[in-house]
């Protein structure tokens, strides 16, 4: 069964003019699929969409086989508190929190005790050389550093699927694919799914399935 399924999915503007629509897509367990496609397209909006941040105007989004459409938004938010993990472009720690305190919020919004997120944290971000700057706060963390945080935070909880806005985007080329190679790691090592929107063909090579976006649907 796939994690993640979407049947003839469609998104409209209020004007009436469609984005996309007829979208069908499979995500299995563990499978790392980059999503790509010209500007305003609506790879984000899509990817909104897939992580039930947004309704679609058509179709169905099914999640591990139950379809999402009559789902209340605490179930929705529940969700993705426990079986979702975000990484976007722009970083978004919280610049009150250090590093750490970053990671663990994850963990503490799923009801674990702030031993056991602290512990999980912590683990994660020596994992990814992150041991001295446990409790740096992001504004003296290079952009490198924060991402690396992100991930951290993307992952502690064990979801079961990653959604990726652009998480390069705002990095140096070198920076930028040791990132992406320890995102994909990572994920391998958990079985996690992983959804990258990307401008970049060098990250989309990276993973096992590309797909472009277009207004007449997902193409291979």
């Known amino acids: 069964m796939a994690v993640l399924s979407l049947l003839s999915v469609g998104h409209a503007y209020l004007s009436g003019e469609w984005l996309f629509q007829g979208l069908n897509f499979d995500l299995a367990q563990g499978e790392h699929v980059a999503i790509q496609g010209a500007s305003g397209c609506g790879k984000s909006t899509l990817l909104n969409i897939m992580a039930g941040l947004e309704v679609p105007t058509s179709g169905e989004v099914c999640w591990s086989g ?73 504004a003296s963390l290079s952009g490198g550093e924060q991402q690396r945080v992100a991930l951290a935070r993307a992952l502690v909880h064990h979801p079961k699927v990653v959604f990726a806005d652009e998480p390069t985007g705002n990095l140096d080329t070198t920076t930028a694919a040791k990132t992406l190679a320890l995102l994909i790691d990572l994920c391998t090592a958990g079985q996690t799914s992983l959804v990258v929107v990307t401008h970049s063909d060098d990250a989309a090579r990276s993973m096992g399935r590309t797909l472009r976006l277009t207004p007449e649907g997902l193409l291979c």
Do not use: I, Y
């Open 66 to 138: 139950h379809n999402t459409s009559a789902w209340s938004a605490e179930r929705r938010r529940s969700c993705r508190q426990s079986e979702m993990g975000f990484v976007f472009q722009a970083f978004h720690l919280l610049p009150h929190l250090s590093a750490l305190q970053n990671v663990m919020v994850p963990c503490l919004l799923g009801g674990q005790s702030g031993q056991a997120c602290a512990f999980a944290a912590r683990s994660l971000l020596c994992d990814l050389g992150m041991q001295k700057r446990l409790d740096a706060k992001p």
